[in-house]
C-alpha cells in the first residue's frame, strides 16, 4: 500500500517539474520574442525619425528653445521602443517674481507593425497609456517622413508657446 502513495506522490512531483520546465521554456522563449520587438523598433526608429529629431532639436537650441530628445529602448524590459520630444525651459521670472518654465507637450514616436506612430502626451509614460492622443502614423518607408515628422513637431512646439505663463518651478 505504501508503494502506491510513493508512486503517487513521485508521479505527480514529475508532473509539476515538468509543467514548470514547460511554463519557463515558454517565459524564455517569450522575453527573446518581446527583445526581438524592441530591437527591431529601435532599429526602425534610429534610422527613420531620430536623425529628424536630433537636427529639430539643434537647430530649435540655436533659436534659444531648449529640449529633451529621450530614447526609451529597453529590450530588457519588454517595454515599447519609443524615442520623445519636448521643448522645456528655460526658466524665466514671472511678474509676481516666482521662477516659471514653459514646457511643450510631449511628442512620442513608436512602431507598430509597419508603421510609425506619433502620439501626444503630457508625461513620460503617456505613449503607453491613455493620456496619448494618437496623432497619425505613416508607413516606415514613406516618401513624407520627414515633412510628417515636422509637423508633428510645430504641433508641440505651439504647445510651448501656448504655454508661455510655464510652469511654476
Known amino acids: 500500500?505504501?508503494?502506491?502513495?510513493?508512486?503517487?506522490?513521485?508521479?505527480?512531483?514529475a508532473q509539476h517539474e515538468a509543467d514548470v520546465a514547460a511554463r519557463r521554456a515558454n517565459e524564455a522563449q517569450g522575453r527573446d520574442e518581446r527583445h526581438k520587438?524592441?530591437?527591431?523598433?529601435?532599429?526602425?526608429?534610429?534610422?527613420?525619425?531620430?536623425?529628424?529629431?536630433?537636427?529639430?532639436?539643434?537647430e530649435i537650441g540655436e533659436e534659444g528653445i531648449p529640449s529633451e530628445l529621450k530614447e526609451i529602448f529597453d529590450p530588457a524590459t519588454g517595454?515599447?521602443?519609443?524615442?520623445?520630444?519636448?521643448?522645456?525651459?528655460p526658466k524665466l521670472a514671472s511678474a509676481d517674481g516666482r521662477a516659471i518654465e514653459p514646457r511643450s507637450k510631449i511628442l512620442f514616436f513608436t512602431v507598430e507593425e509597419d508603421r510609425v506612430e506619433a502620439k501626444i502626451g503630457k508625461s513620460y509614460f503617456a505613449?503607453?497609456?491613455?493620456?496619448?492622443?494618437?496623432?497619425?502614423?505613416r508607413k516606415i518607408d514613406a516618401a513624407d517622413m520627414e515633412p510628417w515628422i515636422a509637423s508633428k513637431v510645430r504641433e508641440i512646439l505651439e504647445s510651448y508657446f501656448a504655454n508661455g505663463g510655464g510652469k511654476n518651478v
Request: aromatic residues 6%.
Open 127 to 137: 505613449h503607453r497609456d491613455y493620456e496619448t492622443d494618437c496623432s497619425g502614423s
Open 37 to 58: 520587438e524592441v530591437t527591431r523598433q529601435a532599429q526602425i526608429l534610429r534610422a527613420t525619425v531620430l536623425p529628424i529629431l536630433a537636427r529639430a532639436k539643434t
Open 79 to 89: 517595454v515599447q521602443a519609443a524615442v520623445s520630444l519636448r521643448f522645456v525651459g
Open 1 to 13: 500500500m505504501s508503494d502506491d502513495f510513493r508512486a503517487m506522490a513521485a508521479g505527480l512531483r
